[in-house]
């Protein structure tokens, strides 16, 4: 489809996935303007995000560079202190109260596509783009638009979107959900993007590398000692602060004779209850809060659904009970593992993501 005349705001993070985006917009009839946002990272000798191939400075400079090269105006965000309030300050605070955030689902709604629609409209655009792994319809029947499943089911990226509006869709372009990531790099290095398939995508929040994680914690939250015990209430050792876990953990629980799983917290008495049985580990109900569906429609009974309860797992079947407007239950037919609060709970239809809620 061909979008002559139309301009277009395209996020660029400085990565292969979005400069390959830039490159089929322009090719499809579009005139693309690339925009960067200028996130904060953690300024800390432990965190080595510094000298890091994703670190934000040679990101930047990487984006610059591709839209020189493919004629492209180019515009830089500053959206430290946003970034700041939104995410750092959601993410801490779920760690304080003991729950594992993800920042990434936030970040896209309250960040990401809030900044690019923020730029796009000051300066009159009325379509934003990313690099995403997925995609948009119209319903013809309903006229409402849905997100959609990218066509490489292992590069989807729906999982991170589903919190975003509808009203924002009709207005959002996923040039590569019909292509898969081996297809991608093939365009790179034909239209001479070559250098970006060597870049290895990270893997961490991009605020701080994984390895400073605990580094962060101690700084902004400190350490709160408890005891260690097992589902007979055994003392086994001690702990240094429930922030520093998450249900299903392994690493980190420094115990003898292991290995040792997280299997929940004692909040009250600050107390992490840990494991040998990864059985223990599995649960069928999973209470959702700040449900939000992309179509707002009324459940009045409940639906099959296949879900996931976290980006990297595959879909299960699950029945999804709206108890509220912003309160459901999946009641998932066989048990999932590692059911974790503060995480994500997304939800499908066929390839249609419905939305998602966090899991309490």
């Known amino acids: ?4 005349d139309k301009k277009i705001v395209v996020g660029l993070s400085g990565g292969i996935d979005s400069a390959v985006a830039l490159l089929l917009l322009k090719k499809q009839g579009w005139q693309p303007v690339g925009i960067s946002l200028k996130l904060p990272i953690w300024k800390n000798k432990s965190n080595p995000f510094r000298e890091n191939t994703a670190s934000p400075k ?9 839209c020189e090269k493919l004629n492209i105006p180019y515009h830089l965000v500053n959206s430290q202190k946003e970034f700041r309030k939104e995410v750092i300050g959601y993410f801490l605070k779920e760690l304080k109260k003991d729950r594992t955030p993800n920042p990434c689902m936030i970040c896209n709604p309250h960040l990401k596509f809030f900044q690019l629609f923020a730029w796009a409209k000051k ?5 934003v783009a990313t690099g995403h792994y997925a995609r948009i319809r119209k319903n013809s029947k309903t006229g409402k638009y849905q997100l959609l499943r990218a066509k ?4 989807d990226q729906s999982y991170y979107l589903a919190l975003l509006p509808e009203k ?29 398939s060597k870049e290895k995508p990270s893997q961490d929040f991009c605020f701080l590398a994984g390895k400073s994680f605990n580094s962060f914690l101690t700084q902004e939250i400190g350490q709160k000692p408890g005891l260690i015990k097992d589902e007979k209430g055994k003392v086994l050792g001690k702990h240094k602060g429930l922030h520093f876990y998450t249900i299903g953990q392994r690493k980190g629980i420094n115990l003898s004779g292991g290995p040792y799983f997280v299997k929940n917290f004692d909040i009250k008495n600050n107390i992490l209850v840990v494991t040998k049985d990864k059985k223990d580990l599995l649960k069928k109900t999973v209470l959702l809060s700040s ?19 976290r ?12 108890l509220s407007r912003n309160k459901a239950k999946l009641v998932f037919v066989k048990p999932q593992r590692a059911v974790t609060a503060g995480q994500f709970a997304v939800i499908y239809q066929r390839n249609v993501c419905l ?3 966090k899991i309490e």
């Open 1 to 4: 489809m061909k979008q002559k």
């Open 58 to 66: 040679k990101s930047l400079a990487t984006a610059k560079k591709i």
């Open 123 to 127: 300066h009159k655009i009325d379509y």
């Open 152 to 155: 490489d089911k292992q590069q």
């Open 168 to 196: 924002w869709l009709k207005n959002i372009v996923f040039p590569l959900g019909n292509y898969s990531k081996q297809e991608i790099y093939s365009l790179a290095q034909k239209e001479g993007l070559k250098f970006l």
């Open 291 to 309: 449900v939000h569906l992309i179509i707002d429609i009324p459940l009045r009974k409940p639906i099959e659904v296949k879900a996931k309860i």
């Open 311 to 322: 980006y990297r797992q595959p879909l299960a079947k699950a029945t999804f009970h709206l």
């Open 355 to 357: 939305g998602g809620g």
